[in-house]
Nanobody, 127 residues
Framework: QVQLVESGGGSVQAGGSLRLSCAASGYTYSTYCMAWFRQSPGKEREGVAAIYTDGGYTTYADSVKGRFTISQDNAKNTLYLQMNSLKPEDTAMYYC????????????????????WGQGTQVTVSS
């Protein structure tokens, strides 16, 4: 099982930046998909960005395109989400997820398709 631990969340003003990290133990290219999801109270968990590890192909939700960047550092077994130009509507609990399938090849995928999840890190953006 892949163990995922998120960090980097916090409270920032609108327009600010944060970089979320997800340390993955047992990370190999057999974990084909890694992704970031977010969920706020009363809302469904939504996909933010995903990366297909074999090639680094990325997919983003329309709401974050141009502002967020997903990346991976294989040497450090770490997934990142660089978040710039943050908006209050970005406020949510952010989760990293992983799966050994190809669910994120050309799409982010849905939560049930990911087998491994971190505990989440809170991001709060104030006006």
């Amino acid at each position: 099982q892949v163990q995922l631990v998120e960090s980097g969340g916090g409270s920032v003003q609108a327009g600010g930046s944060l970089r979320l990290s997800c340390a993955a133990s047992g990370y190999t290219y057999s974990t084909y998909c890694m992704a970031w999801f977010r969920q706020s109270p009363g809302k469904e968990r939504e996909g933010v960005a995903a990366i297909y590890t074999d090639g680094g192909y990325t997919t983003y939700a329309d709401s974050v395109k141009g502002r967020f960047t997903i990346s991976q550092d294989n040497a450090k077994n770490t997934l990142y989400l660089q978040m710039n130009s943050l908006k209050p509507e970005d406020t949510a609990m952010y989760y990293c997820a992983a799966d050994g399938s190809w669910v994120c090849y050309g799409r982010i995928g849905s939560p049930p398709e990911y087998s491994d999840w971190g505990q989440g890190t809170q991001v709060t953006v104030s006006s």
